[in-house]
């Protein structure tokens, strides 16, 4: 009888490209993106076409200068809004957010009013106010809070967030329109990643601005954040993954013997993408130029069935809101075709893992990159005191921006194939590595042009975005124009290190702006010999942070000791040495987030982490009894019984093969068996106290190598049993049978 996995296979071999209904021109070609990119968007084009000019007037003012926001805009906004949305097909709308679960939330409320009155008759009509616009109250009871609010307090607030454009979400039978959102408890204290991240942006605004003044840019009047998130992710045909209830409840396998094949030939690295694939790439990217998410690119990664696909930079905030919304569409989109999209940061063992390498970067409001190093000696000279400000944000916060990357699921991914080590260090290439080593060692008595000239600074090279290998082991890597985070995990919201590193930007260029207020009040005719003085003093107190080499060697881990680099192997390393008060203050003193809000931070940090390993213990648990166990002992009765008659028919000389394969079966079924009692008595232990760092700590140091010990007893089993038998898709199937 053919078992259900191998039917799925037989399935899934089957399977054809599906197709959609793409727009089409009147020739029968594919539409450019251009005529239906942003469709789904209610943007400043659009509202700038609909609004009277003195409400869109005072609209971009809020957008531009912070302007306090009017009831009466916000209700003129509203109608146009739900004009807008109704006329598309939508009948509801949702306050679109991010709460601390790492997911997005809504809840949907119909446009239509049951409570207007025409001539004596109740009628229905589409109604939408500014109130709601501004305001929603979903309950709040059940999300994440870390400590600031009891769970019976179920009041919790959305306010609506103008920075990011309203957009519409279709599904089977109708669309939504969602109207991004922070989230606020009743007492104003932060429930999400958005509102940090907005607080972390106008921080890096205000300190960086300052900063430009006194670097001679008077005209500056905001700097924000840029952002490009390459997401990477895997695909998993939708029978396999039904059939592995690992894959299901812990999106990752927690058992499977590797296949032969895997990723040794390289040749899935930017090779053919897959037909079945491709309808899906095209589907998604379908979607999400309609939504305004400018993804460019696509290609195969590294591991087999794995994929990525990049954007082009936007702004931190809205840059942020399109990934995880563009999650939410890749999800959507490859069941369609049959596919589950896994986000884990390790869904197989052995292979390469997924990241969300985060470009980061930061621009004036004239449009200027300021990781640029640009033409001029003055521009040379700016790009040089940024690129010392982002080496100080690492230097002196790097123990936040490990936690900021932390978690039970990137845990198994840093330090292991094509990820960055758990150590933070800066890669900025040879080229600018000798340029700041010259201004290291320069010498501040010379007169400031002679100085500038002599430190390269006034003929800084162009700086190319290729003038120097990329150092893919380097987890905060310098990459011509913006510096790559590599160590954000694929899953994340990538708010969260985006927060933590703009804040901590914008705590370097306060320091650096108040030092350079003291050279500049002792002498204030030679500013740029002042700024020359300062970098030199910044690279040299960074220099530690700054690593060329191989970021996978034991000896960077020596020599990362030798400097006093923090090395946080685990998110518990990394929880407790962010939980102390000199890990974090920053957060606190450039008014991201309270000190309440930071522990409560903390608070989720470890409850997320034990929930997570708790439920792959349990889930480890579940599929060894009832697959694994069962098939064994069948596998092993049928095996002895073999050797039986073997030994009686021909001697026991002779049948000792199968005296091996039946130790080999038993000792394997005895050691998983052995490690099923061991596991639910650690599981055990750590229920068992109050203290969740302890705890995590305990999950990460016993239970975690505990399920690897098992895992590795039930592969070998793997290979012992009948394939036929065998009730789980294997490596094999899931990463080569498309």
């Not at 599906?18 to 084009?45: E, K, M, N, Q, W």
């Not at 305001?135 to 179920?154: I, K, L, N, Y």
């Not at 400031?448 to 003929?459: D, N, Q, R, S």
């Amino acid at each position: 009888m053919t078992s259900p996995r191998n039917l799925a296979r037989l399935d899934v071999s089957a399977r054809q490209p599906r197709t959609f209904d793409a727009p089409r021109l009147p020739d029968g070609h594919r539409a450019p993106v251009s005529t239906y990119f942003g469709r789904h968007v209610l943007d400043l084009i659009k509202l700038r076409e609909r609004l009277p000019r003195e409400v869109y007037n005072a609209l971009l003012s809020t957008l531009r200068h912070g302007t306090i926001l009017t009831r009466e805009v916000a209700d003129t906004v509203a109608s146009v809004a739900r004009d807008w949305a109704v006329s598309h097909g939508a009948t509801h709308f949702t306050h679109w957010f991010q709460p601390m679960t790492g997911l997005t939330a809504e809840k949907h409320d119909s446009f239509a009013d049951l409570n207007v009155q025409i001539a004596g008759e109740l009628r229905v009509l589409e109604k939408f106010s500014g109130s709601q616009l501004w305001q929603s109250e979903p309950d709040a009871s059940s999300f994440p809070s870390g400590g600031m609010r009891s769970t019976f307090e179920a009041r919790g607030y959305t306010a609506w967030d103008p920075s990011s454009p309203m957009f519409l979400v279709e599904s089977t039978n109708g669309r939504t329109l969602c109207i991004p959102s922070a989230y606020i408890s009743y007492h104003g204290h932060s429930l999400d990643h958005k509102t940090p991240l907005l607080r972390s942006i106008e921080a890096l605004s205000r300190n960086a601005t300052a900063f430009l003044k006194l670097l001679g840019d008077v005209d500056v009047k905001a700097v924000s954040a840029t952002l490009g998130c390459e997401q990477e992710y895997f695909l998993v045909d939708r029978t396999h993954h039904a059939l592995r209830p690992d894959l299901v409840l812990s999106e990752r396998t927690l058992l499977g013997a590797s296949s032969a094949r895997h990723q040794q030939f390289e040749d899935h690295y930017f090779g053919s993408i897959p037909a079945r694939v491709l309808a899906f790439m095209e589907e998604m990217e379908y979607e999400l130029y309609r939504l305004g998410i400018p993804v460019r690119t696509r290609h195969n990664e590294v591991a087999p069935m794995q994929f990525e696909m990049a954007p082009i930079f936007e702004d931190v905030n809205l840059a942020n809101d399109h990934n995880v919304l563009a999650m939410d569409v890749a999800r959507r989109v490859a069941l369609r075709h049959d596919f589950v999209c896994v986000l884990h940061e390790k869904p197989y063992a052995g292979i390469n893992g997924s990241g969300k390498h985060c470009n980061w970067s930061m621009s004036t409001d004239r449009g200027e990159n300021l990781l640029d190093p640009g033409k001029t000696p003055h521009q040379n000279l700016r790009f040089l005191a940024f690129m010392a400000v982002c080496l100080k944000a690492v230097h002196d916060h790097a123990v936040a921006l490990r936690w900021s990357v932390s978690g039970a699921n990137n845990d198994l991914r840093l330090g292991a194939n094509e990820a960055p080590p758990a150590i933070l260090s800066a890669f900025v290439g040879e080229q600018l590595t000798g340029i700041l080593e010259r201004l290291m060692k320069g010498e501040a008595s010379k007169d400031p042009e002679h100085f500038l000239i002599e430190m390269g600074v006034a003929k800084l090279p162009s700086v190319a975005k290729d003038n120097t290998d990329r150092n893919r082991t380097s987890p905060f890597a310098f990459t011509g124009n913006k510096f790559e985070f590599r160590a954000v995990g694929s899953s994340m919201n990538c708010a969260v290190p985006m927060t933590v590193l703009t804040a901590a930007a914008a705590a370097a260029l306060h320091e650096m702006s108040e030092r350079l207020k003291k050279k500049l009040d002792s002498d204030p005719r030679h500013r740029d010999q002042a700024v020359a003085e300062l970098l030199r003093e910044v690279f040299t107190e960074t220099a530690t942070v700054r690593f060329e080499g191989n970021g996978y060697s034991e000896e960077w881990k020596v020599e990362a000791a030798r400097r006093g680099l923090p090395n946080l192997s685990d998110t518990p390393a990394a929880l407790a040495e962010v939980m102390k008060p000199e890990n974090h203050r920053f957060l606190v003193d450039t008014g991201v987030l309270s000190q309440l809000e930071v522990d409560a931070r903390f608070n989720v940090s470890a409850e997320r982490y034990l929930k997570q390993v708790t439920l792959e213990a349990e889930t480890l648990l579940d599929v060894l009894t009832s697959a694994v166990v069962p098939v064994a002992e069948r596998q092993l009765a049928a095996t002895g019984a073999a050797w039986r008659v073997l030994s009686e028919a021909a001697g026991s000389a002779k049948g000792s093969s199968y005296g091996k394969r039946v130790t080999a079966l038993a000792s394997g079924l005895e050691a998983v068996q052995d490690g099923v009692a061991r596991i639910q008595v650690v599981l055990a232990e750590s229920h068992g106290g109050h203290d969740e760092l302890a705890a995590c700590r305990m999950l990460s140091s016993k239970l975690r190598p505990l399920m690897q010990e098992v895992r590795e007893a039930a592969d070998r089993l793997e290979t012992l049993i009948d394939d036929e038998t065998w009730p789980l898709p294997k490596y094999r199937e899931m990463l080569f049978v498309k």
